[in-house]
């Protein structure tokens, strides 16, 4: 799948919006890319899941693993396209989710086993850092993270995680500290795109 198809279907989807945001990572930008409504059609979740899959089929890849909930439809889908490994046994989606005091966590009965090899996967890339945190939390519960992936790395190439990355788009989008944002310094207001949009998109 090429980059260009990819943008086609964000574009088609009204997925790419402008205004004036604050990203989960606290930055701020002129730019938002919501994946939730690429990945609520079946069928572009499929198509993205099996490319992304696509990329690692060199690794061993027992399980995938990812942040809710942006990386989760997405991680299903890529486990879904990733086939059984070399003992039959099928490719799991599991993932990790904040607890009370914010923490990202395995919850629900997931485990991951002693050197089982996890493939982290996520929507979007501005700073890495739920992806960084999940890696680590599964590092933690003895697993082997052998890879992580995206669907768009919006973060210009900047991101440093301790794994081999791929992400299917790289959209350069400029993200500010808030104190350097030229958006404030014209005295507009940043919203945080995620509630607003689950409100006038219902
Ligand atoms: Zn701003």
């Avoid at 088609?12 to 059609?41: D, I, K, M, N």
């Avoid at 945190?133 to 991101?159: F, M």
């Amino acid at each position: 799948m090429k980059p260009d198809a990819i943008k086609q279907i964000l574009e088609t989807v009204g997925a790419v919006r402008q205004g004036h945001f604050e990203l989960t990572s606290g930055l701020h930008s002129g730019t938002y890319v919501q994946c939730a409504l690429v990945l609520q059609y079946p069928k572009y979740a499929e198509q993205l899941g099996r490319a992304l899959a696509a990329e690692f089929m060199d690794l061993r890849v027992d399980c995938v693993a990812s942040p809710a909930l942006g990386g989760v439809i997405l991680g299903h889908e890529v486990a879904r396209a990733i086939p059984p490994n070399a003992h039959g046994k099928p490719v799991r989606a599991i993932f990790v989710e904040r607890d009370a005091t914010g923490q990202l966590t395995l919850r629900r009965g997931f485990r991951v086993e002693p050197d089982e090899h996890v493939l982290v996967i996520e929507d979007v890339w501005t700073t890495g850092g739920s992806t960084c945190e999940t890696i680590r939390v599964l590092e933690e519960a003895g697993a082997r993270v052998v890879a992580a992936g995206a669907l768009i790395d919006r973060s210009g190439g900047s991101i440093e995680l301790p794994v081999r990355t791929e992400a299917l788009i790289d959209l350069r989008i400029e993200s500010y500290e808030p104190s350097d944002c030229p958006l404030c310094h014209n005295g507009s207001v940043a919203i945080k795109p995620g509630s607003r949009f689950a409100r006038s998109n219902p």
